[in-house]
């Protein structure tokens, strides 16, 4: 295993590939997608025992809304089943859950479950587990700017105030440290709105295998790769 001191503190990962590995079994769309929520708890674990802090998750992109409405029904119910089963096994594992997206678009139900287990799990300490749900970079960026925009015009900050401190206090993730590993599985070569701002120094690790194929070995082997490269933010 790989030095402790040189781990990633925050690992982002862009799951995708759930519904092609569900083609190559005849199977079901939403096939992949159970499957691929199996390689989220074996993520969750294997990021408990490296003693990651952060796994941020894009589990639903705000792109992802112009699925066919029976897939966003399944991704949904499948939302809501995760927050039911997992809220106890979050609470045994120390794990507290977060969100970051544009909320208000889930349906109600989801939001509830949602904003309960985030309030049951927000003393927990080990690992943090970030969902990005209804998630867009763009919107997020845009949605900081029109409240820096406001707040000038408002006469409460001027322009020159606006720092990349206070931007990306602005941001869904003013309270999460930036990721410092981001993971794509299926081999795409992308980052497909995802964490825009946040990834500007983040290594990439690129998976070829689909998310449910994806399992602990994967993490640790992704998180050997990090530890192996000299990582300068621009420096010598
Ligand atoms: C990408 O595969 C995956 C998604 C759009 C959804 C991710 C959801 C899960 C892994 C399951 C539920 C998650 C939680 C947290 C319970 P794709 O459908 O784009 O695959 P494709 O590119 O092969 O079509």
Partial sequence: MSDPSNHPRH??????GNGRWAKERGLPRLEGHRAGAESVR?????CKQL?????????????????????????MTLLDRFLD?????????????????????LPDKTRSKLSKAIERT??????????????????EIT???????KDAAEGRISPDDVTKELFASRLYTNDIPDPDL?????????????????????????????WPDFGQADLFEAVEEYSRRHRRFGGL
């Fill in 11 to 16: 690992v982002a990962i862009i799951m995708d």
């Fill in 51 to 75: 003693n990651i802090e952060y796994l941020t998750l894009y589990a639903f992109s705000s792109e992802n809304w112009n699925r066919p409405p029976a897939e966003i029904t399944a991704l």
């Fill in 182 to 210: 981001m993971i794509r599985t299926s081999g795409e070569m992308r980052v497909s709105n995802f964490l825009l701002w946040q990834i500007s120094y983040a290594e990439l690790v690129i998976f070829k295998k689909f």
């Fill in 42 to 46: 074996e993520c969750v674990e294997a």
């Fill in 122 to 139: 927000k003393d927990n300490k080990s690992l943090t587990l970030v969902l990005a749900l209804s998630y867009g970079s763009r919107e």
């Fill in 85 to 105: 089963q997992k809220a106890d096994e979050m609470m045994q594992q120390d794990v507290r859950l977060q969100a970051i997206g544009h909320l208000e678009r």
């Fill in 143 to 149: 949605e900081a700017a029109r409240s820096l925009v």
